[in-house]
């Protein structure tokens, strides 16, 4: 039997390979985790932007995840790019009757572009049925902005949107600070009771395509490994301020950020 960690993306494609299904397997690899995926969209996109969104029919998402679990299993699992309510409870269902524990909720919604990845009338369900069942769920400012319906844009702001969204069910929220103004960057990671925040310079870069992606796998890759609430978190968060401190500056627009970063 293998003791390889094993960790899954239910998520959407990126062909331009910096966000997504992409960004995430690359980050289980470089992190020494086994990544296996279920694709809900195909999208057409590189670094200027999103030009085509195809979701997969719900049952095709329903089967990619069972056939995975049912034989390889998964010591964390993540969400990204969910597309529809329909999609979004077909997955709630499997990571209840798989008992993923280990779930990272990425409540993706809008790609950096403005293309929606998520349908404003799925908001609701995502709420309602998928972050009760999150160990963590990794808000950007605008998403958590849409969660809650709250102004968040300074980290007194983001301790109270942390509370309003783990009121939503979550066990920990993971609130991103990449779009704060200024030069310091604060994530802050919640557990219903105290606050635990990182801070760190921001790099000035136009190579920030996939971020949230990158970071929420290299979270989900330490959970799978055994490593603990607070430790993964830390490491993802260096993970990803190397990655984007070492962009490979590609394509034309908004560059991806660089998968093969290390944090030892
Ligand atoms: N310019 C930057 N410099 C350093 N870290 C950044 C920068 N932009 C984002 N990050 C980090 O990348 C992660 C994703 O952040 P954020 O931009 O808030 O999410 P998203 O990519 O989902 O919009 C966070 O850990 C954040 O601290
Ligand atoms: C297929 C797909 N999934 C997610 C995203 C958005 O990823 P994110 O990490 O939030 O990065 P940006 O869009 O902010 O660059 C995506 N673009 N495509």
Redesign the pocket.
């Known amino acids: 039997m293998s003791t390889v960690a094993k960790a899954m993306t239910i998520a959407g494609s990126d062909s331009g390979g910096g966000a997504g299904i992409q960004a995430d397997l690359k980050t289980f690899h470089q992190l020494g985790v086994y990544g296996t995926s279920a694709i809900t969209a195909v999208t057409a996109q590189n670094t200027l932007g999103v030009a085509g969104v195809y979701p997969l029919p719900t049952e095709a998402v329903t089967q990619q995840i069972r056939e995975v679990l049912r034989d390889i299993g998964a010591d964390a699992a993540k969400t990204g790019m969910l597309f529809d309510a329909a999609i979004i409870r077909a997955v709630a269902e499997e990571v209840r009757a798989f008992r993923l524990e280990k779930l990272v909720v990425d409540p993706v919604m809008v790609a950096k572009g403005g293309a929606k990845l998520l349908l404003d009338e799925a908001i609701d369900a995502l709420k309602t049925h998928l972050l009760p069942l999150a160990e963590v769920v990794t808000p ?2 605008p ?1 958590a902005e849409c969660l809650t319906g709250m102004t968040i844009r300074t980290p007194a702001d983001m301790r109270e949107g942390a509370k309003a969204i783990h009121a939503l069910g979550a066990r920990h929220v993971l609130m ?4 704060l103004d200024g030069e310091e ?1 604060v ?1 802050m990671l919640y557990d219903g009771q105290a606050f635990y925040e990182m801070a ?6 136009r190579h ?1 395509h996939g ?2 992606c990158t ?1 929420s796998a290299a979270l989900t890759a330490e959970l799978a490994k055994g490593k603990p609430l607070v430790e993964a978190v830390e490491r993802a ?1 260096r993970f ?2 190397q990655a ?1 401190a070492t962009a490979p500056q590609i394509g034309g627009g908004h560059g991806p950020t660089n998968h093969w970063a290390t944090i030892e």
């Open positions: 950007n400012l998403e991103k600070g990449g779009h960057i994530d760190h310079s921001r790099i000035h870069t920030t971020t949230g970071f968060n990803i301020v984007i």
